[in-house]
């Protein structure tokens, strides 16, 4: 009878590496972490809770609509650095304190002058929440969220002087410009103010329709895109600064319809159908011709072989200014450029003729 061998167990497995938390996460979950952010949570909650409640009986309006939209695109911005977030905290960060001393200074003053409260309170707050973060979480934290807390300023209503000003401002330009196009495409036009008489009809450009609603929610929206596209840093300088344009462009398109359907579809039907549906079409508008501007961007500035991205490009002659001239030199004088290949080529010094 046969015998086989015994067969010996297999070895027990080693015991892994422990997975520990990081420092952040350990230093969020001590009882002093904790206890100062809820106390910094709850005084920020009380004194600021006549501020915003007054923020949303504005945002209930026309004007300051998009303010609801203004806390989660600024928690988005958050996510979307997540990688940024920093594995350890420096808890008390101590500078915290003197910037929370400058949000409440700035939000007694602004109570005691009475004059652009609510924004100065606004900018307070924001100022505040970056003390807070200083505070709890140090410099790395401040950097990461830095952007998302500076964002929530447009969140809080312009003050009133500003408001009125820059209102009758854009009505007037508005007008203005719907008058020049709605000439320049044969309606027999003039201006009165701020009131249009085209043709029969007469059409006034009122607060409404000044496009101040447009500009606040496109500043906003393209200072969002400004932080979140993969683009060089001119366009999205470009991207910011073309706010302003675009939206005044998008309220006189708006106008100058709105005038040509008053006189081909009647007056009613102008006020009822298209005024309305105008109003909707200003954001899709404004975003088509921010999308055509970055699309010149893009046939203006070339790749040139692959080599190179155009940011690197914009990044290396900023660096060295030089390149661009050597650039444009011939070899014959120390540059890259070759000459064009329909003309002759010139004979070399001291060569035969």
């Given at each position: 009878m046969s015998s086989f061998p015994a067969q010996t167990p297999p070895p027990a497995p080693r015991p892994g590496p422990t997975v520990s938390l990081s420092q952040a996460a350990e230093t969020v979950r001590t009882p002093g972490w904790i206890a100062a952010f809820l106390v910094l949570l709850g005084v920020l909650t009380f004194v600021y809770a006549p501020l915003f409640k007054y923020c949303f009986e504005q945002w209930l309006k026309p004007d300051y609509s998009h303010g609801f939209l203004v806390p989660l695109f600024a928690g988005y911005l958050a996510w979307h650095w997540r990688e940024w977030a920093p594995t350890k905290l420096r808890w008390p960060e101590l500078w915290g304190l003197a910037v929370l001393a400058g949000g409440i200074g700035l939000f007694v003053a602004a109570g005691k002058i009475n004059m652009a409260k609510e924004w100065l309170q606004g900018l307070s707050f924001v100022i505040n929440l970056c003390g807070a973060t200083l505070l709890l979480g140090g410099w790395s934290a401040l950097r990461w969220l830095a952007p998302a807390l500076a964002f929530l300023l447009f969140m809080f209503p312009l003050p009133f002087r500003v408001e009125h000003a820059l209102g009758w401002q854009l009505q007037k330009v508005a007008a203005i410009a719907s008058e020049f196009v709605l000439q320049t495409v044969g309606?027999?036009?003039?201006?009165?103010?701020?009131?249009?008489?085209?043709?029969?009809?007469?059409?006034?450009?009122?607060?409404?329709?000044?496009?101040?609603?447009?500009?606040?929610?496109?500043?906003?929206?393209?200072?969002?895109?400004?932080?979140?596209?993969?683009?060089?840093?001119?366009?999205?300088?470009?991207?910011?600064?073309?706010?302003?344009?675009?939206?005044?462009?998008?309220?006189?398109?708006?106008?100058?319809?709105?005038?040509?359907?008053?006189?081909?579809?009647?007056?009613?039907?102008?006020?009822?159908?298209?005024?309305?549906?105008?109003?909707?079409?200003?954001?899709?508008?404004?975003?088509?011709?921010?999308?055509?501007?970055?699309?010149?961007?893009?046939?203006?500035?070339?790749?040139?072989?692959?080599?190179?991205?155009?940011?690197e490009m914009i990044q290396q002659n900023a660096m060295n200014p030089a390149y661009l001239v050597m650039a444009s030199l011939p070899q014959s004088q120390g540059g890259n450029a070759l000459p064009p290949k329909s003309l002759p080529v010139p004979p070399k010094p001291g060569g035969s003729r």
């Open positions: 309606y027999p036009t003039y201006r009165e103010g701020v009131v249009l008489h085209v043709k029969d009809h007469v059409l006034e450009v009122e607060k409404a329709c000044s496009g101040l609603s447009m500009l606040l929610t496109f500043a906003a929206l393209s200072t969002g895109m400004a932080l979140l596209i993969k683009r060089p840093w001119f366009d999205r300088v470009l991207v910011l600064i073309s706010a302003v344009p675009v939206a005044v462009l998008a309220n006189v398109i708006r106008i100058s319809l709105t005038g040509v359907l008053y006189n081909e579809g009647g007056r009613e039907l102008g006020e009822r159908v298209f005024h309305d549906f105008a109003g909707w079409m200003m954001m899709p508008i404004a975003l088509v011709i921010l999308w055509g501007g970055l699309k010149l961007l893009d046939w203006v500035w070339v790749d040139v072989g692959g080599k190179a991205s155009r940011e």
